[in-house]
């Protein structure tokens, strides 16, 4: 049984783990938008909420405590000054997933 284990190790260990959700957190707040699994999605979803909650509040604290998971100086500012208007009078939710529609012939 899968009880109280709420992560997904995506068959990773943990160090390369997080490096791999801070290097997407980091594409999807430069870029928008990524490509990438269902599962992995899933898994950054649970990553970034907590970054962009902590960003509707432009403290010091906040800033570094967000840059201590995303390594990204860019990212941070994009972070905080663009996306954290967006999205300061959402009280959660705001990574959305959605699946792109493949043509097999």
């Known amino acids: 049984m899968n009880h109280r284990n709420s992560i997904n190790h995506l068959g990773r ?29 899933k898994a950054l979803r649970g ?25 990204n100086k860019e990212a941070v500012t994009e972070l905080f000054r663009n996306i954290s208007l967006k999205v300061v009078d959402r009280p959660g939710g705001f990574y959305r997933t959605g699946r792109l529609q493949r043509n097999l012939r």
Do not use: C, G, W
């Open 13 to 41: 260990k943990s160090a390369h783990r997080e490096a791999m959700l801070s290097n997407m957190a980091s594409s999807l707040i430069l870029h928008k938008r990524i490509n990438t699994t269902l599962a992995k999605a």
């Open 47 to 71: 990553y970034v909420e907590p970054m962009i909650t902590r960003s509707k509040e432009d403290t010091t604290h906040n800033r570094r405590t967000v840059f201590s998971s995303l390594q």
